[in-house]
């Protein structure tokens, strides 16, 4: 069975030791999660899990059944990259008279869309958004340039390419349903 990288997508009311019942359900498959971000979602009340995981489709169907079946748990579902828009931020601290020297300083900046957060004598932070591929490839000419003091990447965050939110239609669905009953 061929691993390819899923996003599981989840809503949910925000309860204490969610999160944890989430990640047991991911240990027990022997998954690792690879990214993790918790939001609220653009319904009010409503959080937003975005896990990424390599698995087969067969073992992330399972997973996504599994965490839906929660009491906690609106809705969950997975997706795969063509199904998403998505992006990481990645934060780069450099020492600031290595950067000052390096050669071609701006035009790094400017082929990998990066910015400059803040600088002081001591040390500079560049920020990048994009897909891992681009925040790691400024990382490796980072390394191999001046050398990276600190660095860390946000987990993936991600929106559907569907005009609205899936939990949006169910919920509108569940919305007609229970006015059909009340009103025959």
Same mark, same amino acid.
């Given at each position: 069975?061929?691993?390819?990288?899923?996003?599981?997508? !989840?809503?949910?009311?925000?309860?204490?030791?969610?999160?944890?019942?989430?990640?047991?359900?991911? +240990?027990?498959?022997?998954?690792?999660? %690879?990214t993790l971000s918790v939001s609220p979602s653009a319904i =009010?009340?409503? @959080?937003?899990?975005?896990?990424? +995981?390599?698995?087969?489709?067969?073992?992330?169907?399972?997973?996504?059944?599994?965490?839906?079946?929660?009491? $906690?748990?609106?809705?969950? /579902? /997975?997706? #795969?990259?063509? $199904?998403?828009? @998505?992006?990481?931020?990645a934060l780069y601290k450099l020492s600031t008279k290595l950067?000052?020297?390096?050669?071609?300083?701006?035009?790094?900046?400017?082929?990998?869309?990066?910015? *400059?957060?803040?600088?002081? %004598?001591?040390? !500079?932070?560049?920020? &990048?958004?994009? @897909?891992?591929?681009?925040?790691? =490839?400024?990382?490796?000419?980072?390394?191999?340039?001046t050398g990276v003091l600190q660095f860390i990447r946000s987990?993936?965050? =991600?929106? +559907?390419?569907?005009? *609205?939110?899936?939990?949006? $239609?169910?919920?509108?669905?569940?919305? $007609? &349903?229970?006015? #059909? =009953?009340?009103?025959?």
């Amino acid at each position: 069975m061929t691993k390819k990288l899923y996003t599981v997508i !989840i809503f949910s009311e925000n309860s204490v030791g969610l999160l944890n019942q989430i990640t047991i359900i991911f +240990t027990r498959r022997q998954l690792n999660i %690879e990214t993790l971000s918790v939001s609220p979602s653009a319904i =009010a009340g409503v @959080h937003k899990f975005t896990i990424t +995981t390599f698995a087969d489709e067969d073992t992330i169907s399972k997973v996504v059944k599994q965490i839906d079946k929660r009491v $906690d748990i609106l809705k969950a /579902y /997975y997706n #795969t990259d063509e $199904d998403l828009v @998505h992006q990481e931020i990645a934060l780069y601290k450099l020492s600031t008279k290595l950067f000052i020297k390096m050669q071609g300083v701006e035009e790094l900046i400017r082929k990998y869309d990066a910015r *400059v957060l803040d600088m002081n %004598e001591n040390c !500079i932070v560049l920020e &990048k958004s994009g @897909h891992y591929a681009e925040t790691q =490839a400024l990382f490796k000419e980072l390394s191999e340039k001046t050398g990276v003091l600190q660095f860390i990447r946000s987990g993936r965050i =991600a929106i +559907t390419k569907s005009k *609205v939110e899936r939990l949006s $239609d169910m919920l509108a669905a569940m919305n $007609d &349903k229970v006015n #059909t =009953a009340a009103n025959p």
